[in-house]
């Protein structure tokens, strides 16, 4: 005797197969998407390489660090004697000790007098050392875009505040990211960069193969990052490549701080997955 007729079982049996059909599509291309998932998994090691300012008065580095803004000596001595400094060091004294020498706070338009500019409680030296605006109170970043003639390449930086993959993710869509706590433009450090070298059709942002030819960078090749404050001084910065290789996501060559300023620029690798790390290291010519 049964219960259930042939029909309803030749149903079921369906109902079943569809059931396995289903869910061998939808788990299989979630295996697929993860397997091709372009995002950088931007691995977010602790970078416990705390940025410090580290331009000290006699380095020899500091022109480098000054970025394009060759010193006019003549606009130097005036902007110094109406700011009565004087003496063997008016041009690598710190006056006012907020760690910028008076050459610096001239490039940056700051007051050697005054060891916070903005009086936003952020010393001169502190703000510029992590990236921030010397001249705009609060936590205001200074405004950086990246240019790279050679892949057409001219985006703003995001200054990425969160080590949490999602919302990085949301800073790609604005620019390239900066990881947070690595060395800021012109300051000693490695200056880690990300870009998107491809993403989903369908994904936001108009940035979503801004590193698709990072590949074509060589040795020698120039990464400019321009810097804009507040107060209208513009600082650019030349960094020039010295090395390229592919490898993991998490791999500490990527993060490791350099005493000098470096640039480390990564994207996935190959194009169109998610599988590793094509890394561009450049070291600072201007
Ligand atoms: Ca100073
Ligand atoms: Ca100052
Ligand atoms: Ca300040």
Known sequence: MTFISDNLK???KKVALLAVLFSAVFFGSFYLVS???PHPALKTKAITAVQNLAITANDPELQKRAGNDNINLAAFNDWAKINNLSGDNVYDGDPDKDGLPNYLEYIH??????????GDGFSDGVEIGNGYDPDAKGEAMTVV???IDKLGVDAPMVWSKTDIEANMLKDLENGLSHFMKTAAPGQNGNMIISGHSSNYAWAKGGYNHIFEKLNDLQVGDIVKIKTV????????YQYKITSKFVTTANDQKI???TPTPTLTLTTCW?????????????????
């Open 10 to 12: 030749f149903q079921l």
């Open 255 to 257: 993060f490791e701080n």
């Open 270 to 286: 190959p194009l169109g997955t998610n599988l590793k790390r094509l890394i561009v290291k450049a070291e600072i010519v201007k």
């Open 145 to 147: 875009s990246v240019e």
């Open 35 to 37: 397997f091709f998932d």
């Open 109 to 118: 338009g700051t007051d050697p007098n005054n060891a916070d500019t903005d």
């Open 229 to 236: 404050q507040k107060n209208g001084r513009m600082l650019d």
